[in-house]
């Protein structure tokens, strides 16, 4: 079956540092896969995506990184702010019949950043 | 706004109540989404409407859920003879397109509450 999971529950780090957030899928056939950030009381908020064809992309200050061999994906948060505190979520699209998309999503990450 | 709005923002209602959750999408954009998420969990796909097309209902936990799109706009989810384990935040998100890489954004959700 299909499934998204993340290898750590919480991720603590300090100011300034990078942060890098696992995520392991099991469905090969997804096109793509998105990065949300969630606050609390409040929705997920995009981050970056990347597709099944790419294995790099990179935005403002974050860069994911797809390894399809071992259905692998990661987010790099570059020098970490306390801003950056929320819960990350990793997520893998399915397109559906009628061609819109269905994200499947992970448990999350909690980061913490330390001052 | 130019997000999605939801509302009510908290609902608290007894056992076997029904409650209305109402989402208005970004305007123009066609693909609207409903998911839930339980306290420490990631995000479950509820319902898909796309434009004119059937929704795609296969998320849906019970026949106690039904969800409605008014003029391609405006949705309602409606959970009737509500149950303890409903309890969840109620997401809703659009997107402007179908198909490929197209990021979904989302409201701040319904927290709600059965007694």
């Known amino acids: 079956g299909e499934s998204v999971g993340l290898h750590l529950p919480t991720l603590s780090v300090q100011e300034g540092d990078n942060s890098i957030i696992n995520c392991a899928y099991s469905n090969s056939a997804s096109d793509y896969f998105i990065w949300y950030k969630q606050e609390s009381g409040k929705g997920p908020q995009f981050i970056i995506d990347?597709?099944?064809?790419?294995d790099k992309r990179q935005g403002q200050r974050v860069t994911v990184l797809l390894n399809k061999t071992v259905k692998h994906l990661s987010l790099q948060i570059a020098a970490t702010q306390p801003g950056d505190s929320a819960v990350y979520f990793c997520a893998e699209n399915k397109i559906l019949t009628g061609g819109g998309n269905k994200l499947t999503f992970g448990t999350g990450t909690q980061l913490k950043v330390e001052l | 706004g130019a997000g999605v709005s939801q509302s009510p923002s908290n609902k608290v209602t007894e056992k076997g109540k029904d409650v209305e959750l109402r989402c208005d999408p970004i305007s123009g954009h066609t693909a609207l989404y409903w998911y839930r998420q339980s306290l420490g969990q990631g995000l479950e796909f509820l319902i898909y409407f796309q434009g004119n097309s059937a929704p795609d209902k296969s998320g849906l936990p019970s026949d106690r859920f039904s969800a409605e799109r008014t003029g391609g706009s405006v949705s309602t989810l409606t959970i009737q003879r509500t149950q303890q384990e409903d309890s969840a935040v109620y997401l809703c998100?659009?997107?402007?397109?179908?198909?490929?890489?197209?990021?979904?954004?989302f409201g701040d959700g319904t927290r709600l509450s059965i007694l």
């Open positions: 990347i597709r099944s064809n790419m």
């Open positions: 998100a659009s997107s402007s397109r179908t198909g490929g890489s197209q990021p979904q954004h």
